[in-house]
């Protein structure tokens, strides 16, 4: 699966980042110097603190439904009539948005552009925990 230039691919970050846990664990095992790899690190998004707090709103149960249920994008659209997109269609609509390679932006603007566009959707989740 071939993904967009400057798109994020959750496959190919979990790949890199499961060779390089592997390539550390088998490093301690022969007792040598663990050596980090910065190339996984480089490929994960670069995210605001009010994305954990939206992903977990998102993994917790309703509390409207009982226990048996959980706050998923498609849980609140189906049953609740409430549009809000699930934690990846997030980061990728962030990527799009900010991609994570462009010069003219720094981090600190990227950041406040995707927080803004997080604050967009976090008071509606938040609205329904209530």
């Not at 690190?41 to 977990?56: C, G, Q, W």
């Not at 998102?58 to 048996?68: F, M, Q």
């Not at 991609?99 to 981090?107: A, C, I, L």
Request: aromatic residues 4%; hydrophobic residues 35%; positive net charge.
């Amino acid at each position: 699966m071939l993904a967009k230039p400057g798109s994020f691919n959750v496959i190919e970050v979990a790949e890199d980042l499961e060779r390089v846990c592997l390539m550390k664990w088998n490093q301690h095992c022969r007792r040598e110097e663990v050596t980090v790899d910065q190339t996984a690190s480089r490929k994960t998004p670069i995210l605001p603190k009010n994305f954990i707090r939206y992903n977990n709103i998102l993994k917790s149960k309703c509390p409207r439904c009982g226990p048996a249920a959980r706050n998923s994008s498609s849980h609140l659209k189906l049953v609740h009539k409430m549009n809000v997109p699930s934690a990846l269609e997030l980061v990728e609509m962030l990527e799009e948005t900010v991609p994570k390679g462009n010069k003219k932006v720094s981090r600190k603007e990227m950041q406040d552009v995707r927080e803004k566009i997080i604050n967009f959707y976090l008071p509606k989740v938040l609205s329904h925990l209530k």
